[in-house]
């Protein structure tokens, strides 16, 4: 089985549940559980494809701080590769998850050592020990956006590694000009539905697909959330591949970083698209049923049976 490396951002989640709204000043509300895990999109997609039985290595910066032991201990726990976790002087980047009782969630974030991640916290022998290189929450890592991502994957595209991309929420409200660099190096682009309508400006996930692969992106994958996945290959093929309605969502965190686990995990077999698409939508569903971005994953072969006993759609 191929061997994944999930690069950047990294976060201590702090979640919260339920909450609908903030108290207000001077007054107290009692929640159900607040709780420390693991989160940001590298880390995220790498606990899941550890759960999996994947081999996968990480690559991120932390802070010289209980948070950053916490990641770092974690992803090791995990079964993650972790000699690309490298230790800086800024705090370990933080999120309180806001999961209202519908499931949904909001964020307040502080930046910290992934925005400071750059070019150089990669190290060659980790990379070159991988055969997929998956960047993960790009347009928060603020040193590595733009430039630095494109010569990345322009230098693991020349060491014959699949390029892959996920995006984040950008809260500089900058969008495409962060990214614009590093779209042609990428073998699969994969964004969700609402980050690819803030970068393009567009609606339809096809007019989005259509446009991200005319920027040089060879196969696209919009996540469009509760409808699954939608796919624009490099030959033209479209493939609509939706998820497992029936699952009721205890907590979204974590949803569209386990697809693209389960859809690396798919590649890192060999299967074919349509096949690693719908993996990456059993290994989302499974995710929301717990509270957490890891909690709810489960092995690859108990991801299979939910496979044969559930349908899509």
Known sequence: MKKILCIGSITTDIIVTPADSIPDPG??????????????CAMNA?????????PVALSCRVGRDGMGDFVRNSAAGYGI???????????????VVCVSSTGERS?????????????????????????IVFVAGAMLLTAFDGEPAAKFFQKARAKGKLTVMDTAWDFDDVWMPKIAAAIPYLDIFMPSVDEARKLTGLEDHHDIARALRDMGAKNVIIKVGKDGAYMLTAEGEEIDSPTYTAIKPVDTTGAGDSFCAGFLAGLAQDLPYVEALRLGNAVGTSCIRAIGAS???????????????????
């Open 295 to 313: 909690t709810g994953i489960m092995t690859l072969a108990e991801t299979e049976e939910f496979m044969r006993t559930h349908t899509q759609g």
């Open 107 to 131: 964020f307040l974030y502080s930046p910290g050592s992934s925005a400071a991640f750059t070019l150089d916290d990669i190290s060659d022998e980790v990379l070159d020990d991988c055969d």
């Open 46 to 54: 790498a606990a899941a494809l550890g759960k999996l039985g994947v």
């Open 27 to 40: 007054t107290l509300r009692a929640v159900n559980s607040i709780t420390q895990h693991t989160g940001g």
């Open 81 to 95: 590769d972790v000699r690309g976790v490298v230790s800086g002087d800024e705090p370990t980047t933080v999120s």
